[in-house]
């Protein structure tokens, strides 16, 4: 049998050289020496190159392979001159093959064509193959081929098309705006986040400059960022300054600029914008009270160090360490307070952190500092700080120990493709579920905040971190995804951790589809737990501060005590009614509240005279408008307080003061105020006339509905005591 084999493989060898020679012979115009002398010193250079190389005869039988394509297809060569072209391509390939052989037999011209074929090991590959005429003496006796390999190419383009459509969905559904802007600050492109932000629609931003809407104190700071960012290609800036927002109000917005202007796929400035008012408002009132600063200080989960320069900024000492600092840098605060900063962390200057408190220190501004490596003998770790200057001097930096992330990432950038490593590196909580709610991929940020391994992936299910009564909204979140494809509202959920805990995440999500069907939904959140706290302690103190100089005023004016509290009270009644959203509502409680203050500027003999003001001394009265308001004007509310308060004695036909403003020139909540102060003063009791009563009240405001009276405002008065029972408080 071994015999029999060899035989067989021998007469194989014999007859493969046979044909080659045979079609070397047919195929050189040259004489036979001449032609030995062309095959021996040209064909072994093919198989040098990178491409692989072929020749067939006028049958279509392999007269030449070069060495490339014998690896690629895993086959000896001498097995080739055995076979026919279409032997070695898959059958869905051989009539393309066949009509461009038959077109290049007879001299026409080609393009190249996608073919496959199955190697010996079984795998299918994709190759371009450009065929050629091989021509003696204007006759074509044969067919050369070049091919390449393509199947990376197509993977890499189905690749770019997935993860740009999945990059543009985390684009249009992230918290943050994305936009584009040309060298000269227009705007060439904003995503729909900006909405949310600023109030303006996308397209009512294009092709405007981006100077109108950046407040006049920070047009300076942001002009020298970009020049910057105009001068180095690639250079990121960070900047944050106030917006103007589509209310008239200013909204404080964090930016990241890339310039990218030399990129011929982007040719622009891309800019990352960030909503931060609710952080700096929350900053600024803790700033009043140090005994919440230092509360916060100690116990937030993120590190913090304060210093103080010395020697003109030569060093730094500490002044402070919060808690996480101390178990993220292993060291005790006592070993630190007192000390420099290269004392206690030796590699601070080779990383440039110095440098970056000297320039903060010297100029006020303040910087993000990257993620830097820091190492020193003792500790080594990544570390991401944002550093600024208080009033006193000192600067403070709060940091982020990002060691464990970084080490994540490394790792997804070696194994894993890049919308993976882009995905994981998210500081957004970013997940996927399928439509019955169970959890198919999930990032670093959604599993440190809750507790939770990746193991524990294949085990989760939306109902299990969702509070009970928050499945309900996430059943409504998940119709309104599958009908329009995305959720038009960033929606608010209390989600359970591992350990039983609860935080508080706001959430926006979208249909991911596949092959042109929905496959699954993609997820984006955002811890907002401590943001709603800071904003819920930031509402207590505003109203605390609003019911101290409210009983300032009572004290004043004995006659009407407790009257701006029932004006509140109703006022917010009212504003319920009429539809009118949370935000609105509490603004004009505060208002309400604080709508007389300016009485403190009236004498008190006028205020507690028990009998009817002479013209004069009504006069006197009529300027708490304009007091009240010049006391508020210059306290920075979430809310238009000051110009309530202002306007709360104004008619919608004119006839109020201290403006004379008409129908919708007065603010809404400004007329809902006046029906309610309107009503409250008749309905309750005065010294200095007879009492009124709620029912002339009631009339008085619905004999003047649409003259004096924001009709709407009547009707939702009026509702409330005759068709709810609503009673003043205290009555």
């Not at 190249?112 to 090991?121: G, H, L, M, T, V």
């Not at 499945?471 to 309104?480: C, D, H, N, P, V």
């Not at 300032?552 to 009257?563: L, N, Q, S």
Request: proline share 3%; hydrophobic share 40%; with cysteine.
């Amino acid at each position: 049998m071994k015999d029999e084999a060899r035989t067989k493989k021998d007469l194989i060898n014999e007859l493969a050289v046979l044909r080659r020679r045979l079609s070397a012979l047919e195929s050189l115009a040259l004489p036979a020496e001449e032609g030995c002398k062309k095959e021996e010193h040209v064909l072994p250079l093919m198989d040098l190159l990178g491409d692989g190389v072929f020749h067939l005869n006028r049958d279509g039988y392999f007269t030449f392979v070069n060495k490339e394509i014998a690896t690629r297809v895993g086959i000896p060569a001498e097995t080739f001159y055995t076979r026919h072209f279409f032997d070695i391509l898959d059958p869905h390939a051989h009539r393309q093959a066949q009509e461009n052989f038959h077109r290049t037999i007879n001299g026409e011209l080609t393009t190249p064509f996608e073919a496959s074929y199955r190697r010996a090991d079984g795998r299918v590959m994709v190759i371009e193959i450009s065929l050629s005429a091989i021509r003696e003496e204007e006759e074509i006796v044969g067919v050369r081929g070049l091919t390449r390999y393509a199947g990376g190419r197509r993977e890499a383009q189905e690749f770019i098309k997935l993860n740009e459509e999945r990059f543009r969905r985390v684009v249009q559904i992230g918290a943050d705006a994305i936009a584009l802007f040309a060298a000269d600050g227009i705007c060439r492109y904003i995503s729909d986040a900006i909405e949310n932000i600023l109030g303006y629609r996308p397209d009512e931003l294009v092709g405007i400059q981006w100077e109108p809407f950046v407040h006049p104190d920070d047009r300076s700071v942001i002009t020298a960022r970009l020049a910057r960012l105009l001068e180095e290609p690639g250079h990121i800036a960070r900047a944050a300054c106030r917006a103007r927002h589509r209310d008239g109000s200013w909204r404080w917005i964090e930016m990241a600029g890339s310039n990218q202007l030399h990129e011929t796929e982007v040719e622009a400035l891309i800019i990352n914008v960030r909503d931060i008012t609710d952080g700096k408002l929350a900053q600024e009132a803790l700033g009043n009270s140090e005994q919440r600063f230092k509360e916060l200080f100690e116990n937030m989960r993120i590190c913090a160090a304060i210093y103080e320069a010395v020697g003109d900024g030569a060093d730094f000492i500490f002044r402070d360490f919060n808690r996480s600092a101390e178990k993220t840098e292993q060291i005790n605060r006592q070993d630190v307070i007192g000390k420099s900063l290269e004392q206690v962390f030796p590699g601070a200057r080779e990383t440039g952190f110095i440098d970056v408190l000297r320039r903060v220190w010297r100029t006020g501004a303040a910087e993000q500092y990257p993620a830097t490596l820091y190492r020193d003998g003792r500790l080594e770790g990544w570390r991401e700080n944002y550093v600024y200057k208080l009033a006193s001097g000192e600067i403070v930096a709060i940091y982020d120990d990002l060691t464990e992330q970084k080490q994540v990432e490394t790792a997804a950038r070696e194994s894993e493709e890049r919308f993976r490593a882009l995905f994981d590196r998210s500081l957004e909580c970013m997940y996927l579920y399928d439509f019955k709610g169970r959890f198919l991929d999930a990032n670093q940020a959604v599993l440190d905040l809750l507790g939770y391994d990746r193991d524990d992936l294949p085990r989760m299910n939306m109902a299990d971190i969702l509070a009970p009564d928050q499945i309900s909204k996430a059943l409504q979140q998940q119709k309104e995804i599958m009908k329009l494809g995305f959720q038009k509202e960033i929606t608010e959920f209390t989600v359970r951790r591992k350990d039983g805990s609860f935080v508080e995440f706001e959430t926006k999500a979208s249909l991911v589809h596949v092959d042109g069907k929905p496959d699954a939904i993609l997820g984006i959140a955002r811890d907002i737990t401590e943001r709603k706290e800071l904003v819920d302690r930031l509402r207590r103190t505003v109203e605390a501060t609003a019911k101290a100089m409210a009983t300032v005023v009572e004290t004043r004016d004995p006659f009407t005590a407790g009257h701006q509290r029932r004006v509140a009270d109703l006022a917010q009644a009212i504003a319920r009614e009429m539809g009118l959203s949370q935000k609105r509502i509490a603004g004009l409680r505060t208002a309400a509240a604080l709508h007389d203050l300016g009485k403190i500027s009236v004498p008190a003999e006028i205020l507690s005279k028990p009998t009817r003001l002479s013209a004069m001394e009504f006069s006197l009265v009529k300027l708490h408008s304009q007091s009240g308001y010049d006391i508020l004007k210059n306290i920075d509310f979430p809310w238009p307080v000051a110009r309530m308060v202002l306007e709360h004695h104004e008619r919608i036909d004119g006839s109020g003061y201290p403006s004379g403003l008409r129908g919708e020139n007065v603010l809404l909540e400004s007329r809902i105020l006046a029906v309610a102060d309107v009503v409250e003063a008749m309905g309750s009791y005065r010294a200095y006339r007879p009492f009124l009563g709620i029912d002339a009240a009631l009339e008085e405001i619905t004999t003047n509905r649409g003259v004096t009276f924001d009709p709407q405002a009547v009707d939702a008065c009026v509702g409330l005591f005759r068709e709810k029972a609503y009673r003043l408080p205290d009555q």
